[in-house]
């Protein structure tokens, strides 16, 4: 019996030994992690400005004239693509105010949607005016009354027929 214990002990022994050799140190570990905490607080992150006028604004100017011209497929993408624009910026800017505010638009968005499913000019295009003066609300909320948005008038895409 003695001898069982005593070979049993010599076991755990040796395995732990092993184990530990093996394992990396909690200084590599930690090493490591600060690595790729640098690489990723220095990874790119598109500003809210770049979001704005590269996502946001050209999608609200072309969901206006799909809308317009009843071509309901590609205004449900645009309004899609819009709304990615709006999660773009609460996922990357969580804590700003422009993030904060950003919530106001959903009723409108959910209403282009509906009107978009029932194919209802009438309804896409006052919800279109209501989304459009919720963005200006928006921006005098962020301190960017500077920033109109308005129901486009003339197209600006000459190149895609909508």
């Not at 809308?67 to 709304?83: C, I, K, P, S």
């Not at 919720?134 to 027929?161: D, K, M, R, W």
Request: proline share 5%; charged share 15%; aromatic share 10%.
């Amino acid at each position: 019996m003695k001898r069982l214990v005593l070979v049993f002990s010599m076991l755990i022994l040796l395995l732990t030994a092993v184990v530990g050799c093996q394992g990396p140190s909690s200084y590599a570990l930690q090493s490591h992690i600060d690595s790729l905490q640098t690489r990723l607080d220095s990874a790119y992150t598109p500003g809210i400005g770049e979001i704005m006028n590269g996502i946001v604004q050209p999608h609200h100017y072309k969901l206006w004239l799909a809308g317009q011209n009843e071509n309901w497929t590609l205004a449900e993408y645009e309004r899609h693509q819009l709304a990615g624009g709006f999660k773009r910026i609460i996922k990357y800017h969580k804590n700003s105010p422009e993030a904060t505010a950003l919530p106001m638009v959903y009723p409108e968005m959910d209403a282009i949607e509906k009107a978009i499913r029932e194919k209802d000019a009438v309804a896409f295009k006052s919800h279109f005016v209501l989304l459009t003066q919720t963005c200006n609300t928006c921006h005098q909320a962020t301190e960017y009354e500077f920033n109109l948005i308005v129901v486009p008038s003339v197209p600006a895409y000459g190149n895609q027929h909508f």
